[in-house]
C-alpha cells in the first residue's frame, strides 16, 4: 500500500540552526500539507501546497519557514532559525486530486524534531 | 472560520465495553468531510473513520461507527467491543475539498482491562 515517508524520524539541533525536514508524498497525490504538533496539543496546520506553490499557510508559517519541491517527489519544510518553541512533531500529508477519492489526507508517521 | 470542539479531554472504557466521543464543528460549508484520526503513542496519526456531508447515512467501519447529525453539527464516534489497543489519543478532524484539516483538541481514550 503506497504511504507518505518521512525522514528523519527524530532530529535534534541546536537553537538558531536550519533545519530542513524531508517528506516523499504518495506518487499521483497532488495536493501537500505540513502539519504541526507540540507535546500533548492539538494538531495545527501549517501550510499547503499545490501546483509548484503555496496556496494557503498559517500565522504560525512564518518567515523563518519555507517549503519546496525540489525534485518531483520530495517535499521539504525548512525552518531558517530554529527557536526552542519550534519543538514538535511535523507532520506530512498528501492527498490526490480526483474529487471522488480525494476525502483524505494520508499522514507520514512524523519527524520529531527537538531544539536545545 | 472552521472550529472543532471536542469536549471531553479523557475517557474511560472497560475492555469490551461500548464508549462514545463526541464531537462538533462549526461550518458555513455544505459540502465537506469529517474525520476520526487515532493517535496512538508512536504519535502517528492513523485514519479510523470518515464521513461524506452529503451522505446521510452513517459511516461505519468493523466496530467503529459514526453517529453524524448534519443540522446539528455534531460527529460522534462510537467504539463497541471496545479493546487494549484502542487505547489512544482520537482526534475529530474537518476538511473541505482540497483544503486543510482542521483538528480538535483530542480525546484521551483509556481501556481498562
Known amino acids: ?116 | 472560520a472552521q472550529t472543532v470542539t471536542q469536549s471531553q479531554p479523557e475517557m474511560s472504557v472497560q475492555e469490551a465495553e461500548t464508549v462514545t466521543l463526541s464531537c462538533t464543528y462549526d461550518t458555513s460549508e455544505s459540502d465537506y468531510y469529517l474525520f476520526w484520526y487515532k493517535q496512538p503513542p508512536s504519535r502517528q496519526m492513523i485514519l479510523v473513520i470518515r464521513q461524506e456531508a452529503y451522505k446521510q447515512q452513517n459511516a461505519t467501519e468493523n466496530r467503529f461507527s459514526v453517529n453524524f447529525q448534519k443540522a446539528a453539527k455534531s460527529f460522534s464516534l462510537k467504539i463497541s467491543d471496545s479493546q487494549l489497543g484502542d487505547a489512544a489519543m482520537y482526534f475529530c478532524a474537518y476538511r473541505v475539498y482540497g483544503n486543510k484539516l482542521v483538528f480538535g483538541a483530542g480525546t484521551i481514550l483509556r481501556v481498562k482491562s
Request: with cysteine.
Open chain 1, 1 to 116: 500500500e503506497p504511504e507518505v515517508t518521512q525522514t528523519p524520524s527524530h532530529q535534534v539541533t541546536q537553537m538558531g540552526q536550519e533545519v530542513i525536514l524531508r517528506c516523499v508524498p504518495i506518487s499521483n497525490h497532488l495536493y501537500f500539507y505540513w502539519y504541526r504538533q507540540i507535546l500533548g496539543q492539538k494538531v495545527e496546520f501549517l501550510v499547503s501546497f499545490y501546483n509548484n506553490e503555496i496556496s494557503e499557510k498559517s500565522e504560525i508559517f512564518d518567515d523563518q519557514f519555507s517549503v519546496e519541491r525540489p525534485d518531483g517527489s520530495n517535499f521539504t519544510l525548512k525552518i531558517r532559525s530554529t527557536k526552542l518553541e519550534d519543538s514538535a512533531m511535523y507532520f506530512c500529508a498528501s492527498s490526490d486530486f480526483d474529487r471522488q477519492t480525494n476525502t483524505e489526507a494520508f499522514f507520514g508517521q512524523g519527524t520529531r524534531l527537538t531544539v536545545v
